[in-house]
């Protein structure tokens, strides 16, 4: 039989099917040992069932919201772009604080040389936060364009920014406002030397900023630098990460992209880990799993569904070690071309075990050659080193980690169960 339909029967086993639910003692499901829960089974509708697993389906996931701060010139928005570069296979869209500057009145247009660009109300943040809140709901929103030329927005013309799974938002006080803070999932400020900083600035703003050296240097002496110490620099203390001479430094922007990747993964395990196998939920699976997270079932009961969750991950597993064709003779005297694992199951970890759990994944190994099964209990180190190599959110599924070189399999459970 070819690995795929070995795969194809496996995924059958724990596909759609209501056989592990218990239903009324009229069914045909299993038997159970406390009818205390039946009537609540009994009452599972299919197409309130439906209808609650595609509204779950189609749940908005939040976005990872990352704020990029520090001074004038430090280096945010290249330290963004390269975020932005290296985490190529995930939706990623940055937002400027700078496209939230007010547009100057006649009178402050006469006189902008007098004009406070580095002052916390010199940005509309309420205007900031109700974008950053219909992107985080996952709506699209345009976003102002600003010129920094004639320090005005442009009237008729917006950026669209659409919803995506990383939202990174740069500029100097984003971390000023807490409202703006609490957005943030992750609030890294780039540190670089004020002389370098003053550097870039002068060079930036007569090229790309249409000013000259003097007004540059005016406005850095009277506004950018004591709005720094009063504004910027304080509010470094809010960041999670600080990172040195900004987009110089390539190992702190990777382990920032690997911590995002970490995050982001949560959601979609299979991407980081190529050795994660997630269980398709099914409506038996989470019918399940809504009666063993009930406070109120019975201990037979919680025993029995719990049970018949860990088998169904441990039939999933089995379906992925390796195995070579065998031809058996049957009691007929016929021949029947099956299947043999050929490598023994040398380690099996449960993240929390129980004397069902013990006896479930015995039960279901039954005619497979193990050399040893692992229970790790808590406390365990094993179980430690499993933990701090997997996202925290992990148990929240049935995920099965199959080591290939190893061939250890990893039983998760669900977090109620730990
Ligand atoms: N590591 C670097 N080395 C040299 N020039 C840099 C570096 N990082 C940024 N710059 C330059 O400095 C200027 C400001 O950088 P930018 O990333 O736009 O800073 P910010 O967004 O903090 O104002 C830009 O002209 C940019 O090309
Ligand atoms: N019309 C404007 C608006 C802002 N500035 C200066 O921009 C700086 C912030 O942008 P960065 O890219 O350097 O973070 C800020 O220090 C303002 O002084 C301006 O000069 N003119």
């Known amino acids: ?14 596909g759609a099917h209501f056989s592990g639910l218990r239903l009324s003692s009229s069914s045909s499901a299993p038997s159970s040992p406390s009818s205390a829960k039946a009537s609540s089974v009994r009452s599972f509708s299919p197409s309130a ?55 100057l009145t006649a009178e402050e247009s006469e006189r902008v040389q007098d004009y406070n660009f580095d002052h916390p109300d010199a940005f509309d943040t309420e205007q900031l936060l109700e974008c950053m809140g219909k992107l985080k709901d996952g709506q699209s929103v345009n976003v102002p364009i600003y010129d920094f030329k004639n320090h005005r927005r442009c009237s008729e013309s917006f950026r669209k920014v659409n919803a995506s799974d990383v939202i990174i938002l740069e500029g100097i006080l984003v971390f000023h406002d807490q409202r703006v803070r609490d957005l943030m999932d992750m609030k890294i400020f780039v540190d670089t030397d004020a002389d370098i900083r003053l550097a870039r600035r002068i060079r930036r703003d007569t090229v790309e900023r249409g000013r000259d050296v003097n007004s540059v240097l005016e406005q850095y002496g009277r506004f950018v630098k004591p709005a720094f110490d009063d504004f910027v620099l304080p509010s470094k203390k809010y960041a999670d990460v600080i990172i040195p001479r900004g987009g110089d430094n390539h190992v702190a922007i990777d382990l920032i992209v690997q911590h995002i990747r970490t995050k982001l993964g949560q959601h979609d395990l299979c991407k980081i880990y190529s050795t ?66 050929c490598k023994k199951l040398c380690g099996v970890s449960i993240v929390r075990s129980g004397e069902s759990m013990e006896n479930a994944l015995r039960a279901c190994c039954k005619g497979i050659k193990i050399g040893k099964i692992l229970i790790h209990r808590d406390g365990d180190k094993g179980k430690q080193l499993i933990y701090q190599k997997l996202p925290n959110d992990i148990a929240e599924r049935h995920v099965l980690l199959l080591d290939p070189v190893l061939a250890t399999g990893y039983f998760l459970l669900p977090s109620n169960m730990r």
């Open 1 to 14: 039989m070819p690995e795929k339909s070995m795969d194809n029967a496996m995924e059958a086993a724990s």
């Open 49 to 103: 069932a439906a209808s609650a697993a595609s509204a779950a389906a189609g749940a908005h996931r939040q976005p990872f919201v990352i704020g990029v701060s520090g001074g004038t010139a430090s280096g945010k928005t290249t330290v963004c772009d390269m975020i932005i570069q290296q985490l190529h296979d995930h939706r990623v869209v940055l937002v400027n604080q700078d496209s939230f500057y007010r547009g």
């Open 276 to 341: 994660v196998f997630v269980i398709q939920s099914t409506f038996q699976i989470r019918g399940m799993h809504t009666l063993i997270r009930d406070r109120d079932i019975t201990t037979p009961d919680f025993v029995f569904y719990s049970d018949r969750l860990i088998r169904l991950v441990v039939e999933h597993g089995l379906g992925h070690l390796p195995f070579t064709e065998k031809q058996v003779v049957t009691p007929t005297g016929s021949v029947y071309m099956g299947v043999d694992f």
